[in-house]
């Protein structure tokens, strides 16, 4: 067998390679000392603080700047159409989640800030590694995702479409074909296929997108995935593939693992109007949840990346023809001692 | 013991060379073969033969490091005894998951029928590694020469398995580009 070759041969490999590999780890002397230094520290404050003995996360705001989109609701006749893999379950029961800085948001002119420039750069040396021989070219989408184009359009095989009129099914098909025909883009070790949307346009098509985020025996880590590090397909107006979307979050500043509220409780802080939404209708008792789900906010906007309950609630249309529509109001996950400030919803639209 | 005392008593042909050995490097001899069979009693046989390898190699080799001399050994027994143990069913777990892995790295082979010197090989393997951040080039050889497995992986570097994962996939794929175009097709 080939591979027992190459495990025999790199058997053979320079003594002074085995040996350093088999050395303890260390990062480097200065973070050794570093990390010497911040045990005294905390041990130092440990004494100091008794008996506050908890570690102290700093305070973080809720982002209520939606950037002036227009209003988040989607269409559809019943919310089962509403599709995604999102790999967060209520069952996963978890306690804590991680919270980070965004590190590159917004300057004030909401314009991308200068910093994220070497971030960006790396992108886009590490997505135009991944091509393999197509004809594209890979450009900067934003401080943390770049986007691949390619040119001419690449047609997918026959038996394959990819527009509104589509089945779930069809678009499953096609990508799992993308999936393997497309690895050296994905680059993932084991790569997820998410289908998402499902909602209507005001032409009454329906739009199933294909992305890719990687697979975890680790919950948290399965979630960080889906929310901060992905690989999206689109076509173009005739279904051929002409544009493939990456997107890796820059998650260097982490804020800490911060307590989360459950599913229940946010359920009834969203009755209560702690929410922010850019819907014009006020929650009331009487609109009910059709679905919900935790997902990490990740735009420009946001100074931390924290996670929310996302809620899918019907709210008056007057589309006819028996298609719905539900706006999404978030919740932060997050305990509200650790938020700054959190209000009551003020109606407000932008 | 210093392994410079070691070696000499091993050159003088002394009774005292294997129970040297075996105190200072039985469990390091003894996780790689585990890494590789995983099984208590092949391991075992096999940190034993590599005793009796070294009596029998040196004289006349004087290894500079006696570690990777013997752990050399130790990872050729292990690594035969599993290819005999292939006949029966593939119930070893770390050697077979390995050598899964290292079918990504392989050059399809069709495009060319020249086949190189192992020796030739092994340098391009090298100047691949050495081409490499220490860090990267420790966990591939972790993986791959001390067959660790992910999970320990993670926890030596406090990373976590997924990111060990996504560091050896895309290390197989650059090494594949790195001995294709060293015209190497295994």
């Given amino acids: 067998m080939k591979n027992e070759k190459l495990l025999q041969l790199l058997g053979e490999i320079n003594t002074d390679l085995i040996v350093s590999a088999n050395k303890p780890y260390r990062k480097n002397t200065l973070r050794a000392l570093a990390l010497v230094a911040c045990i005294a520290l905390v041990v130092g404050v440990a004494i100091y603080a008794l008996p506050y003995k908890t570690k102290k996360l700093p305070k973080i705001t809720v982002c209520d700047d939606f950037g002036g989109m227009g209003y988040e609701a989607l269409m559809a006749y019943d919310v089962s159409e509403l599709v995604n893999a999102n790999p967060w379950s209520e069952d996963m029961k978890l306690s804590t989640l991680p919270v980070y800085k965004n590190m590159y948001t917004y300057d004030e002119s909401l314009n991308i800030p200068k910093s994220s420039e070497e971030y960006t750069e790396i992108l886009v040396k590490e997505a135009k590694k991944r091509l393999d021989g197509e004809n594209a070219t890979v450009s900067a989408s934003g401080a943390d995702s770049v986007i691949i184009e390619f040119s001419p359009a690449i047609e997918f095989p026959q038996k394959y479409s990819f527009n509104h009129y589509c089945s779930y099914e069809e678009i499953s098909d096609l990508a799992e074909y993308v999936k393997k025909k497309y690895s050296h883009i994905i680059d993932m070790p084991d790569p997820i296929i998410n289908i998402y949307g499902g909602d209507y346009d005001i032409y009454d098509r329906r739009m199933l997108n294909i992305s890719f985020y990687n697979n975890s025996k680790s919950d948290t880590e399965k979630i960080l995935n889906y929310n901060f590090n992905t690989v999206h397909f689109f076509r173009d107006e005739n279904g051929k593939l002409n544009l493939v979307g990456i997107t890796e979050c820059d998650l260097s500043q982490k804020l800490g693992e911060y307590p989360i509220i459950t599913l229940k409780k946010a359920e009834k802080e969203l009755y209560r109007g702690y929410y922010i939404t850019t819907v014009p209708h006020k929650i009331n008792k009487d609109m009910k949840i059709e679905k919900a789900e935790l997902i990490y906010r990740n735009h420009g906007y946001d100074k931390y990346y924290m996670p929310y309950y996302k809620f899918y609630i019907e709210i008056p249309n007057n589309v006819g023809s028996g298609i719905k529509s539900y706006g999404v109001y978030y919740v932060p996950a997050v305990e509200s001692r650790y938020l700054e400030n959190m209000t009551v919803w003020d109606g407000s639209f932008n | ?186």
């Fill in chain 2, 1 to 186: 013991m210093k392994d410079s005392l070691i070696i000499e008593l091993f050159w003088q042909r002394s009774q005292e060379a294997i129970p040297a050995v075996a105190e200072k490097y039985y469990p390091y001899l003894y996780s790689i073969s585990y890494n590789i069979l995983s099984n208590k009693e092949d391991s075992e046989e096999c940190v034993n033969d590599t005793y009796l390898k070294a009596w029998d190699s040196i004289p006349p080799q004087k290894p500079n490091c006696l570690s990777a001399f013997l752990g050399r050994i130790t990872r050729n027994i292990s690594l035969n005894l599993a290819k005999k143990h292939s006949a029966q069913k593939r119930s070893n777990g770390g050697y077979y998951a390995v050598l899964d892995e290292l079918n990504e790295c392989i050059p399809s082979g069709e495009s060319t029928e020249k086949k190189l010197e192992d020796r030739m090989i092994v340098d391009s393997i090298e100047s691949f590694l050495y081409s490499r951040s220490l860090e990267k080039r420790n966990i591939f050889i972790k993986r791959y020469w001390y067959l660790c497995s992910v999970k320990e992986i993670a926890k030596a570097y406090s990373i976590s398995e997924n990111k060990v994962a996504s560091l050896l996939f895309r290390m197989r794929k650059e090494l594949k580009e790195h001995l294709e175009k060293d015209g190497i097709y295994l």
